[in-house]
């Protein structure tokens, strides 16, 4: 199910309805993912998913060929196991490639004739066509800058793109709430207006994603059930640091650590509360 962001759930569903090819381009946990198994799901195609990095070459994508069984029965189609790319053409699924700036170029090139031709080529044995239910989203970060390789614009010319941003705060809190079960409305709503607080905080560049939400959520439930205030000071402090410090980066010139700038932000966010008990 996805929360929000309707506009942008339709005309993907839209674009791999009309065969055309998306790429989605937000932060971590902005629901790229998400949203491409929710549109699979709506248009009951099965997704085939691979995760771009460095080592990822084309033949994991198109396919391989079994050294055994090009033993015994030659370069042929039996000896032939297709990858993600091949089985999502041939099944009419869709292929799901994450993080594909994390791809080498050549990788990428090896996919755009999937595009727009709707055909690869597999070398000695053919041509591969797609079904007509074949689509493709693509995902990709736009603060990933360490071992991430800059998209072609032959590739972005034949996709459309997609920004998803971070959910609002009320969003937020409904997709917290799906993903934790929990029932007490103002947990959630702590949680997400403190990782929404690494966002907007001064020192940060790169804030915590609505996952820290969620794992905070988690935690506080557990604590709870053992008999525990989450919410005292010293305990909130320490679940927001251990679900914040290491996902935020902050300026270069910043005088703060992270955790004290995790610290700065429960603060703020406890004094918002504490004002607000002093004038009721
Ligand atoms: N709009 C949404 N509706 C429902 N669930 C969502 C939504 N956005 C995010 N989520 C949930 O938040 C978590 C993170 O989302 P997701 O994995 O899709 O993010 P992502 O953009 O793919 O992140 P990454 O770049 O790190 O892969 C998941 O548990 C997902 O189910
Ligand atoms: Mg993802």
Known sequence: MIIGHEREFALVVRALSKGIPVILEGEAGTGKTEMAKEAARLLKRHLYRVDGDQELSSLKIQGWFDPPMVLSKGYSWESFLPGPL?????????????????????TINAVLTALDERMITIPRLGTITAEPAFGCVFT??????????????????????LQLDHLPLEQAMAVVQLRT??????????????????????DVVKGGSIRAAIFMVKLASSIRSQGEDPCGEMLLKEIAKSALTKKIRLRYNS????????EDIVNRVLGISTEKKKTA
């Open 255 to 262: 005088e703060l650590t992270e955790e004290q700038v995790v």
């Open 140 to 161: 990709c970060n736009p603060l990933d800058r360490v071992g991430t390789n800059p998209l072609p614009q032959a590739f972005f010319d034949r996709c459309v793109w």
């Open 181 to 202: 079960d929990e029932d007490d409305p103002e947990l959630v709503r702590l949680m997400c207006r403190i990782t929404e607080g690494t966002r907007k905080h001064q």
């Open 86 to 106: 091949s089985q999502a053409m041939t099944q009419g699924g869709i292929f799901f490639f994450n993080e594909v700036n994390r791809a080498p170029s050549e």
